[in-house]
């Protein structure tokens, strides 16, 4: 079955320091793959998308992930953190071959420390 | 519409008693969700409908709960006997063929 696999629940960093968050997935076909953040009290904002092309993909507030086949993983970065951007972040993959329905990590919260 | 709306935005319920929550899907939208937040945890699939298909109701974690959705337009998330495990906040979000999900602000759903 289809899995999507956040390994890290909390995170920490400080603020300015680089920021990396980790999405495997199980998917015995191309999937496309998406990243999504959860502000406090907040609804899901969509931060970026992979569908096809180049595996390196630039999104909103500065984020980029990069799409590795090989590894099944589309990790999110960014090179410099802002408060703002602690918040919870959930990777979610889907697959035509799935019926194109959306999988969920569990998701990772980011801590930012001053 | 402009967005994923949902409807009530807060709802407080007895236990025992049934609750409905709407969601209005953006305007073409084939595929819609519903999925359920519990304080503090993440999202957690209750229901899959995707055009004329059979939904896929998998995450729907008892027979209290219940979905429909008419047509590519609104559906209706239906709890019976409401208990206070229910308690969460209902996301519905929906989306194109394939595409990402768009979402709804949600119902907060209070069973005292």
């Known amino acids: 079955a289809q899995s999507v696999t956040q390994p890290d629940i909390h995170i920490t960093v400080s603020e300015g320091a680089s920021l990396e968050l980790r999405c495997n997935y199980s998917y015995g076909a191309t999937p496309y793959l998406f990243w999504y953040v959860q502000s406090p009290g907040q609804g899901l904002q969509l931060l970026l998308k992979y569908f096809s092309g180049d595996t390196l993909v630039q999104g909103i507030k500065g984020f980029e992930a990069e799409f590795k086949r090989s590894q099944s993983s589309f990790n999110l970065r960014k090179p410099s953190v802002h408060w703002s951007d602690a918040a919870e972040y959930f990777c979610?993959?889907?697959?035509?071959?799935?019926?194109?329905?959306?999988?969920f990590g569990a998701g990772t919260i980011l801590r930012v420390k001053s | 519409g402009a967005g994923v709306s949902q409807s009530p935005s807060n709802k407080v319920t007895e236990k025992g008693k049934d609750v409905e929550l709407r969601c209005d899907p953006i305007?073409?939208?084939?595929?819609l969700y519903w999925y359920r937040q519990r304080l503090g945890q993440g999202l957690e699939f209750l229901i899959y409908f995707q055009g004329n298909s059979a939904p896929d109701k998998s995450g729907l974690p008892s027979d209290r709960f219940s979905a429909e959705r008419t047509g590519e337009s609104v559906s209706t998330l239906t709890i019976q006997r409401t208990q206070q495990e229910d308690s969460a906040v209902y996301l519905c979000?929906?989306?194109?063929?394939?595409?990402?999900?768009?979402f709804g602000q949600g119902t907060r759903l209070t069973v005292v």
């Open positions: 979000a929906s989306s194109w063929d394939f595409g990402e999900a768009f």
């Open positions: 305007s073409g939208h084939t595929a």
């Open positions: 979610a993959v889907g697959a035509k071959e799935y019926g194109n329905k959306l999988v």
